[in-house]
């Protein structure tokens, strides 16, 4: 963990790693400046009132991996994360703790040597930092997993992996040993690792051992997963599902649309995807609501836009929002367009 504590500080000859941009700021706006480049866009609110910032920001590329060393140096609450950036996010506490969202009952905690994943282009999520919290972060594409998966394990894993949120590694710990060896090599050649040979033999490693720990966290087996993989009418049914949700089609138009009866399709969520295409479906709409009231105008409203996604029955709709992501849709709305920083 040593080597770890000094992640993108020094070189190997002890003289500072260069940084093109400002590496501490006390502004919000220029925080979340940073924040938005290497990371997506989200929001952030300070735990406690007229709170500034006493931010450390560095960062380096990996290939196409982002490397963060960063804290915000006030306690925060950070949550929205815009799923269009199609970004996963790896965080590794260094010092204080992260309290992260698992679901809707349940949360974990990260503390020195421990790391956390989230596939935000996936699923929702949100963290909780410490004042004292300090994180190596690695911001890995979504579609650049894929392609590791494809190759290592010759199969694209489902959702069931991409929506598991789960801590692992440790100290001592293999991932942990692998993120000490990114660091060494940053620091013996900067420049070297953001491309080339070094860079990519590097995000190899570090995507295939996260896919490994993730999977394992998710009770995924990888090495068997290609028999396991949801044949093409699955895909396509999905594909449809994502495309046409608004309009809330039948189970027997998604069938239709997939090429196989109804029963067949049931089952083939059923075995595949551990749930059924109207619960698919379900998930869709409310993830389509919640995207639509956060990116909402000041024009509309929450009937309007529950309406543009075939809700009729608006208490039975708020209901179910609410037992999905644990505030009302009128919530929701409150913060479209409210500032990042939440000051």
Not at 64 to 79: A, D, E, K, S
Request: charged share 25%; hydrophobic share 40%; aromatic share 10%.
């Amino acid at each position: 963990m040593q080597v770890i504590d000094h992640a993108l500080l020094v070189d190997a000859k002890g003289a500072p790693i260069k940084q093109h941009h400002r590496t501490r700021s006390a502004d919000w706006d220029e925080v979340q400046e940073f924040c938005d480049k290497v990371y997506m866009p989200f929001k952030v609110q300070p735990l406690g009132n007229f709170l500034k910032p006493r931010a450390t920001m560095y960062s380096t590329n990996v290939n196409r991996i982002m490397v963060t060393r960063f804290c915000y140096g006030v306690p925060i609450h950070l949550q929205d994360f815009d799923p269009a950036a199609g970004n996963i996010l790896v965080l590794t506490t260094l010092r204080g703790s992260l309290q992260h969202s698992v679901d809707l009952h349940d949360s974990a905690v990260t503390v020195r040597g421990e790391s956390f994943v989230a596939d935000c282009s996936k699923t929702d999520y949100w963290l909780d930092g410490d004042e004292k919290h300090l994180q190596l972060n690695l911001t890995i594409p979504h579609s650049v997993m894929e392609e590791t998966a494809l190759r290592w394990f010759d199969f694209v894993p489902d959702d069931q992996l991409w929506t598991s949120k789960v801590k692992f590694g440790g100290s001592g710990s293999a991932w942990i040993g692998l993120l000490e060896y990114m660091v060494r090599s940053v620091a013996e050649a900067p420049e070297r690792v953001k491309s080339g040979r070094v860079g990519a033999h590097l995000e190899e490693a570090i995507c295939v051992e996260l896919l490994r720990n993730w999977a394992d966290r998710a009770g995924i087996n990888l090495e068997g997963g290609a028999r396991s993989a949801a044949p093409h009418y699955v895909r396509q049914a999905e594909q449809f599902i994502e495309e046409y949700a608004n309009s809330v089609p039948t189970i027997a138009e998604i069938a239709k649309a997939a090429g196989i009866s109804v029963r067949a399709l049931s089952g083939a969520f059923r075995d595949f995807r551990g749930t059924t295409p109207s619960a698919y479906l379900r998930e869709k709409r409310l993830l389509g609501v919640r995207r639509a009231l956060l990116g909402a105008s000041r024009t509309e409203t929450v009937a309007s836009i529950a309406s543009e996604w075939g809700y009729v029955n608006f208490g039975v709709f708020a209901k179910s929002y609410r037992a999905r992501f644990g505030e009302l849709p009128s919530q929701t709305l409150g913060r479209a367009g409210s500032p990042s920083s939440g000051r």
